[in-house]
């Protein structure tokens, strides 16, 4: 989808174009900005832990936020055993309510 629009709007107009790109690169940016443990939000959230605290969070509460990421208890029930399923489940989520 995002291709298709793309293909468009640089069929009209190359400013328009470059203004979309942006607005895609910043979209990103805001995504993986999310305080979800393996992306560079999470990452910052335990840096102002760490911060606020003057030591590192104890290994076992770094863990089990790596694996707890985003709780959404209507997705994928049977994939609930896997370490990470939710960040493999992050792009699907977010391209069925694009």
Known sequence: MIGTVAFHIAGRDFWEFLFFLGLISVNLAVVNFLPIPVLDGGHMVFLIY?????????????????????????????????????????????????
């Open 50 to 98: 760490e911060k606020i605290r003057g030591k590192q969070a104890p290994e076992s509460v770094r863990v089990a936020a790596t694996y707890a990421g985003p709780v959404d208890p209507g997705v994928a029930d049977d994939l609930r055993d896997v370490p990470g399923h939710q960040t493999l489940l992050l792009p699907v989520g977010i391209s069925l309510k694009d």
